[in-house]
């Protein structure tokens, strides 16, 4: 995933475990961070109308910060690439008419390991007699259960098999697990296992990074994971 060009990057949730990682590897690609938002400092940034406007926003941090800055930038749009994760329906939402003024990237993994594994899923599709589980471990200070990740493995398989019932994901909090997902489909005679493990952080921020250098070929659009990668 290498740059392309050098970026202005505007980094909402920079002092969060991600927004370290995305700015620490920003930096190091050659580009600039002309903005950083946290919660001591979102209100001021907002108000403000000299504040330094990026070419793209970052972002990895709450809904409802997500949230208010959609409000404020909808009056002069700039691409956003986020992470964040717990969006409500109507968030999602936000973000998909945000996109209908300039590119959006949303995923709640930006690892192209879980994009092809969602991608096999659909080798489920002519094999409905497995039961399903799917389960994951973050660490402790995470603050949504389950993950984004796990609730668009549910997902994925629900629009696969159709009416089947898939339970929902169950979900373990502790030590600093960066993320492992696992779908399991269980048949009277074989189990199958399907096992994703971020091996550490900076593989969500590559995603991102190469995430906001994807969308700047559209003028606005709402992109995912499948789409950039085109599976
Ligand atoms: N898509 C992916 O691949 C992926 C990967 C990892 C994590 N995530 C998601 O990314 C999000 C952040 O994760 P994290 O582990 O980096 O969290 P974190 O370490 O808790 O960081 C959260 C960041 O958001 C900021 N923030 C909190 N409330 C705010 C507000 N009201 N206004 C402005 N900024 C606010 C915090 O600022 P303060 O320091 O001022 O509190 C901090 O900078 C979560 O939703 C997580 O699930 C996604």
Do not use: C
């Not at 190091?28 to 001021?44: C, F, M, P, Y």
């Not at 409905?128 to 949504?144: P, Y």
């Amino acid at each position: 995933m290498k740059s392309i060009r050098k970026l202005k990057y505007g980094i909402v949730g920079a002092t969060g475990r991600m927004g370290q990682e995305v700015k620490s590897l920003a930096l190091s690609a050659g580009h600039d961070v002309v903005a950083e938002i946290t919660s001591k400092n979102l209100t001021q940034y907002l108000k403000s109308k000299k504040s330094q406007r990026p070419d793209v926003w970052i972002d990895f941090s709450t809904p409802e910060a997500l949230d208010r800055l959609l409000d404020q930038l909808i009056q002069y749009p700039t691409p956003l690439v986020s992470g964040t994760t717990g969006l409500s329906a109507n968030q999602l939402e936000k973000i998909k008419k945000y996109a209908k003024k300039t590119s959006v990237f949303w995923a709640p993994n930006m690892s192209v390991g879980i994009a092809l594994i969602t991608k096999m899923l659909e080798a489920f599709d002519s094999y409905q007699d497995f039961d399903f589980q799917i389960d994951e471990v973050h660490h402790k200070l995470k603050k949504d259960k389950p993950s984004g990740t796990a609730l668009l493995l549910q997902k994925k398989l629900i629009e696969v098999l159709g009416q089947k019932n898939i339970p929902a994901p169950l979900s373990i909090r502790a030590g600093g697990v960066y993320g492992i997902h696992r779908i399991q489909a269980f048949s009277d005679e074989e189990i199958i296992s399907i096992e994703h493990t971020a091996l550490n952080r900076r593989v969500f921020a590559k995603g991102a990074m190469w995430a906001s250098q994807q969308i700047l070929h559209y003028k606005s659009g709402y992109f995912e994971m499948k789409d950039l990668l085109k599976i």
